[in-house]
T-cell receptor
Framework: SAVISQKPSRDICQRGTSLTIQCQVD?????MFWYRQQPGQSLTLIAT?????????ESGFVIDKFPISRPNLTFSTLTVSNMSPEDSSIYLC??????????????FGEGSRLTVL | GENVEQHPSTLSVQEGDSAVIKCTYS??????FPWYKQELGKGPQLIID?????GEKKDQRIAVTLNKTAKHFSLHITETQPEDSAVYFC?????????FGAGTRLTVKP
């Protein structure tokens, strides 16, 4: 498995501001994924962060709202822009096993819990 | 795309009893079926998984069964303990495109 560190672990934000969440992995991984978990809900994939190219967004999520960076194989950031209370969620970084291959397994960080007032 | 349904949404059992959570999926191309446990304030933790070429897998008190024909899979926890209390998510994927069920909140009463 991989050790995944997310920062911040939690934050309280004001409406209209933006916040950047960082995800650091202890090994190089081919792909990194960003999920959103709204209160009491399941996990929804926001986008796949690709190293060296633009992120791939799922239906309902756009780059202007959730810009993503992936400068190298161990790090990614997700920005939640122009936040509203509806953006209050846990944002989770996820990676496949560092050994690569297409096993389908995913490991998750502890998440970043955002509350927007 | 893949659609995963999970039942029940909440489950309460007495310590020592068994718990069963069921999921169905829609995409026959899905070939990997993990189960995650999420404790309060933490990220989901992979507890067991099964691939489409296997019908059953067991790891101590937890087991997962898969019926490819019916497109459903189940999590079985035997001899439940209070520390098993958490939210459990099933998922289905092909090539890292993972879709999650809505979750089951399991409460084990001492």
């Amino acid at each position: 498995s991989a050790v995944i560190s997310q920062k911040p672990s939690r934050d309280i934000c004001q409406r209209g501001t933006s916040l950047t969440i960082q995800c650091q992995v202890d090994s190089q991984v081919t792909m990194m994924f960003w999920y959103r978990q709204q209160p009491g809900q399941s996990l929804t994939l926001i986008a796949t962060a690709n190293q060296g190219s633009e992120a791939t967004y799922e239906s309902g999520f756009v780059i202007d709202k959730f810009p993503i960076s992936r400068p190298n194989l161990t790090f990614s950031t997700l920005t939640v822009s122009n936040m509203s209370p509806e953006d209050s969620s846990i944002y989770l970084c996820s990676v496949p096993p560092p050994a690569g291959g297409n096993t389908g397994e995913l490991f998750f960080g502890e998440g970043s819990r955002l509350t927007v007032l | 795309g893949e659609n995963v349904e999970q039942h029940p949404s909440t489950l309460s059992v007495q310590e020592g009893d068994s718990a069963v959570i069921k999921c169905t999926y829609s995409d026959s191309a899905s070939n990997y079926f993990p189960w995650y446990k999420q404790e309060l304030g933490k990220g989901p933790q992979l507890i067991i998984d099964i691939r489409s070429n296997v019908g059953e897998k067991k790891d101590q008190r937890i087991a997962v069964t898969l019926n490819k024909t019916a497109k459903h899979f189940s999590l079985h926890i035997t001899e439940t303990q209070p520390e098993d209390s958490a939210v459990y998510f099933c998922a289905a994927s092909e090539h890292n495109d993972m879709r999650f069920g809505a979750g089951t909140r399991l409460t084990v009463k001492p």
